[in-house]
Structures are given as structure tokens and as C-alpha cells.
């Protein structure tokens, strides 16, 4: 499976952008997909899980209420909807997918994975 993640980009606090990731399977709808982030200096941290059907999402407190994890499996694609950001939020992002119905928080626990896009918030 390969995955390309894009969407990244400079944006000023509190405004939004929306991360897509394509993966190339013909199995798509039955991998659970996640995003996750790594900021400079720090280990990488689970940012938002969705199920393979799409009906469960899991998401950090950090962006609990600002992120919105979903995906579209006609399209082989799963989005991040990243809202009020802030300058917390810069880091690169990368998806990730894992057979199996649960949303894990390791990333150890995935099989494949994005090549990351950058996300940079100014103050």
C-alpha cells in the first residue's frame, strides 16, 4: 500500500487547512486509517483514528473539538479537517493505515505510512 499525504502549507493561527491522504489499495475500505503528527524536537504523537467504515473516529485532547477526521473509501482518501490552529499544531503530518478494525494510538501498530506534509502555523 502506498500512501501520499498533501494539503500541508503555512497558515496563520487560528485559520484552517485540510490534509488529504490517497492510498493506492484496492482494499481500502478494510484498513483503519490515522494521522499523526511529529513536531521538531518532539516524538511523534497520534492526532486523529478513523475506522474502516468511517462510523468511529478517535482524536487527541489537544485538537478534540478542531479536527475532524473522515474519509471517503469510493475515493480511496482520507481527510483531516484541521480548524483553529495554532502554533502547537506545526509539525509534519503523516497518515498511516493498519489492517484490523481498531483504531490504534502507537504507531508501531501500523503497516504502512505516508511520506508526511508540512503544516506550519504563524502567530
Known amino acids: 500500500v502506498q500512501l501520499q499525504a498533501f494539503g500541508g502549507g503555512l497558515v496563520q493561527a487560528g485559520g484552517s487547512l485540510r490534509l488529504s491522504c490517497l492510498a493506492s489499495?484496492?482494499?481500502?475500505?478494510?484498513?483503519?486509517i490515522s494521522w499523526f503528527r511529529q513536531a521538531p524536537g518532539k516524538e511523534r504523537e497520534f492526532v486523529a483514528g478513523?475506522?474502516?467504515?468511517?462510523?468511529?473516529?478517535y482524536y487527541t485532547d489537544s485538537v478534540k473539538g478542531r479536527f475532524v477526521i473522515s474519509r471517503d473509501n469510493a475515493k480511496n482518501t482520507v481527510y483531516l479537517q484541521m480548524n483553529s490552529l495554532n502554533s502547537e499544531d506545526t509539525a509534519v503530518y503523516y497518515c498511516?493505515?493498519?489492517?484490523?478494525?481498531?483504531?490504534?494510538?502507537?504507531?508501531?501498530?501500523?503497516?504502512?505510512w505516508g511520506q508526511g506534509t508540512q503544516v506550519t502555523v504563524s502567530s
Open positions: 498511516a493505515v493498519k489492517r484490523g478494525l481498531t483504531v490504534a494510538r502507537t504507531g508501531s501498530d501500523y503497516d504502512y
Open positions: 478513523i475506522s474502516w467504515s468511517g462510523g468511529r473516529s
Open positions: 489499495t484496492h482494499t481500502f475500505s478494510s484498513y483503519t
